[in-house]
């Protein structure tokens, strides 16, 4: 089983419409979990953390599910400049700085 | 600011080239990490700084060689690269606040080698 795995796309949506991106991880031991997004050529931007008790910041709702290993991303009223790649990420779990394990992304393209 | 700089934005080296690429952040982090990406694949974590020791090396080939001068730096020295090794480099930073903490990861923009 990958660490990380995500539906690679792309996904082609309509300016205005609801997108859900889910991702499940392998490590139990992972403690912290994040979206992050990749356009063409770019380094990857942080664009959410995911807690438990899941979070929205502006368009976008993350959840967790500890028990299923499983991360979810909605993006609601999607805009042009939406399009790139999403990253679910998890830390390694082995405590403090530890470092990431990343999807390989889901490629989003939003169309006018 | 959650600025990390990185230079250069481009580098070409021979096999027998010795190259350093630089990093820097500002940000009061005490946690430096460099990740390598390859065309069309996510980001691989090659090693951690923590309070400018090395915490993590992910078996990485000795021709790559970090170096955290200070808290704000952090160099990787390339020795003998292979062609195999061009790839995009990536530095991020983030704080080290211990076991359970969301230590959020912030990069720079990356470093693209070629190597002939």
């Known amino acids: 089983r990958k660490e990380v795995e995500q539906d690679p796309g792309p996904f082609n949506v309509p300016e205005g419409a609801t997108v859900a991106f889910n991702c499940t991880y392998s490590?139990?031991?992972?403690?912290?979990f994040f979206w992050y997004r990749q356009d063409c050529r770019k380094e990857p931007k942080l664009l959410m953390s995911?807690?438990?008790s899941g979070n929205e910041d502006g368009r976008f709702t993350a959840q967790l599910n500890r028990a299923s290993q499983y991360i979810s991303l909605l993006i609601r009223d999607s805009k042009l400049s939406d399009s790139a790649t999403y990253l679910c990420?998890?830390?390694?779990?082995?405590?403090?700085?530890?470092?990431?394990?990343f999807g390989k992304g889901t490629h989003l393209i939003i169309q006018p | 600011d959650t600025e990390v700089t990185q230079t250069p934005k481009h580098l070409v080296m021979g096999m027998t080239n010795k190259k350093s690429l630089k990093c820097e952040q500002h940000?009061?982090?005490?946690?430096m990490y460099w990740y390598k990406q390859k065309a069309k694949k996510p980001p691989e974590l090659m090693f951690v700084?923590?309070?400018?020791?090395?915490?993590i090396n992910e078996s990485v080939p000795s021709r790559f060689s970090p170096e955290c001068p200070n808290s704000s730096l952090l160099n990787l020295h390339l020795h003998a690269l292979q062609p195999e090794d061009s790839a995009l480099y990536l530095c991020?930073?983030?704080?080290?606040?211990?076991?359970?903490?969301?230590?959020?990861?912030?990069f720079g923009p990356g470093t693209r080698l070629t190597v002939l």
């Open positions: 490590n139990s031991a992972s403690q912290s």
């Open positions: 990420v998890v830390n390694k779990g082995r405590g403090g700085a530890d470092g990431l394990t």
């Open positions: 700084y923590s309070y400018e020791k090395l915490s």
């Open positions: 940000m009061g982090h005490r946690a």
């Open positions: 995911v807690y438990s």
């Open positions: 991020a930073s983030s704080q080290d606040r211990g076991l359970a903490a969301y230590n959020e990861q912030f």
